[in-house]
């Protein structure tokens, strides 16, 4: 399916991660250039050579205005343009007893998941006005809807992203922005293998048997009993990118193998 995306141009945070370089390389290959930004982007700038596209890439903070707002500017000054924001950057943050975590935990976690896009919104958002045409997408998680008790940090922060695309999505239709979210569960990616090696040596048993265990007993409702893909999502990411996604705004795109269990979002 062409996406009619070719010439258009992608910033993509947090593009380092699974999902954020599978989305660069499904965008880049309907024909889109590319801004890929990262904390570091050692690694990303050669990964990012084997894509058949222009790719500028570009170390950032994403708790720095500042920094997220050079990222805009040279994404601009090289392409002309931003006409689509994938916005993957994140933290699993503090894990634990919801009232035993430290303000600074809750701080972290709500400065890196969820004013991170605050901030991108404020870099980007005013050239797709200028254009009248945009794609403002950002990764939550099933937690912003089905929230697990020792991840409240995590939580509360993308519970609110979630609100708050919602709330620009409003606003932002009338000038050909459309905003999104698309929100996955249990992907195969570093952040997972990590919990997982840990799950293993907690329980004593192989890194396989951890998944499987973590399926059957954390999250019954992925009755594919695996996890799923950083591809898989990055072709929703790229649905709601496109102009074949033309009439989707505002919604929240689960990506969870069923992970989820209740019926609304």
């Given at each position: 399916m062409d996406l009619q995306i070719s010439d258009r141009v992608a910033l993509i945070t947090g593009a380092r991660g699974g999902i954020g370089f599978e989305t660069a390389r499904l965008l880049a290959e309907e024909g889109a250039k590319l801004v890929?930004?990262?904390?570091?982007?050692?690694?990303?700038e050669e990964e990012a050579k084997r894509l058949p596209t222009d790719v500028l890439c570009m170390a950032a903070d994403v708790t720095d205005q500042k920094a997220v707002d050079a990222v805009a500017a040279a994404g601009r000054e090289r392409f002309g343009r931003i006409d689509i924001v994938v916005h993957a950057a994140g933290v699993t943050g503090a894990k634990g007893d919801p009232i035993d975590m430290s303000d600074e935990d809750y701080r972290e976690a709500w400065d890196i998941d969820f004013m991170s896009a605050v901030r991108m919104a404020r870099a980007t958002l005013p050239g797709m006005r200028e254009a009248k045409w945009g794609r403002f997408i950002c990764v939550t998680s099933e937690n912003a809807v089905q929230p697990y008790w020792e991840e409240a940090t995590y939580n509360a922060a993308k519970a609110a992203l979630s609100a708050f695309v919602k709330n620009i999505s409003y606003r932002e239709a009338k000038n050909g922005i459309l905003c999104n979210t698309v929100a996955p569960a249990f992907i195969e990616t570093p952040m997972t293998d990590g919990m997982m090696k840990?799950?293993?040596?907690?329980?004593g048993v192989s890194f396989e048997d951890a998944i499987q265990s973590f399926l059957d007993e954390e999250r019954p409702g992925i009755a594919l009993k695996r996890r799923g893909q950083a591809s898989e999502v990055a072709a929703a990411i790229a649905l709601l990118a496109s102009e074949r996604g033309s009439f989707i705004n505002g919604s929240n795109l689960r990506v969870d193998g069923g992970s989820v269990q209740s019926v609304q979002t």
């Open positions: 890929l930004s990262d904390l570091r982007i050692d690694t990303l840990q799950r293993a040596e907690k329980l």
